[in-house]
């Protein structure tokens, strides 16, 4: 099972700033890798597929990118609805399909 | 506009059955590949387990397999998941989730979900 770790668990940032979420591969996974935002009681919603692609209607600011096993999805100048949970999912190999811990973005 | 609508969800003793169902709308069904993730309370996301979108494969996690099954009915749009022999460790948020693609056997990633349904196990 290829086991998916973010980090940080929380990051605590102001509106207008930048930040990067980190998420490691136990292995390599290519490109592999899904991010979802997941806002207070809503449901996930997919950000970034094939570690670099934004999906359909996700606004430019965010981005992903990616190093052997270590993916990174930045965002520029948050807005007050990025402050979510964001979890990033490997689709290498499975099942099952991994996803990871979750990282917090909080003002 | 796509909807995925879980319902099902509710408190059961351990050892006792749920059934969940997510009704589908918006989407062309049968060439979506569905599956159920849950989220444990504080707890990040697991999945739980895919159907093909001719329900000709299925799989699940080990922590849920012999346990819980996973079926669908392309005539009615919906999706489902027979929980038994539930144990307190099952108690999360269940989500359905589509996969734009009917395999289940690589690239399954959630393009669409559902807010999903509460299922409490608890004596």
């Known amino acids: 099972e290829i086991v998916m770790t973010q980090s940080p668990a929380t990051l605590s940032v102001s509106p207008g700033e930048r930040t990067t979420l980190s998420c490691r591969a136990s292995q390599t996974i290519s490109d592999k890798l899904a991010w979802y935002q997941q806002r207070p009681g809503q449901a996930p919603s997919l950000l970034i597929y094939d570690a670099s692609t934004r999906a359909t209607g996700v606004p430019a600011r965010f981005s992903g990118s990616w190093s052997a096993t270590e993916f990174t999805l930045t965002i520029n100048s948050l807005q007050s609805e990025d402050f979510a949970l964001y979890f990033c999912q490997q689709y290498y190999k499975g099942p099952p399909w991994t996803l990871g811990q979750g990282t917090k973005v909080e003002i | 506009e796509v909807q995925l609508l879980e319902s099902g969800g509710g408190l059961v003793q351990p050892g006792g059955s749920l059934r969940l169902s997510c009704a589908v709308s918006g989407l062309p069904f049968s060439t979506y590949a569905l599956s159920w993730v849950r989220q444990a309370p504080g707890k990040g996301l697991e999945w739980v387990s895919s159907?093909?979108?001719?329900?000709?494969?299925?799989n699940y996690a080990d922590s849920v397999k012999g346990r819980f099954t996973i079926s669908r009915s392309n005539s009615k749009y919906s999706l489902y998941l027979q929980m038994n022999n539930l144990r307190v460790e099952d108690t999360a948020v269940y989500h359905c989730?589509?996969?734009?693609?009917?395999?289940?056997?690589?690239?399954?990633?959630?393009?669409?979900w559902g807010q999903g349904t509460l299922v409490t196990v608890s004596s």
């Open positions: 159907i093909s979108g001719g329900a000709e494969s299925t």
């Open positions: 989730a589509a996969t734009p693609r009917p395999n289940i056997d690589t690239d399954v990633v959630f393009d669409y």
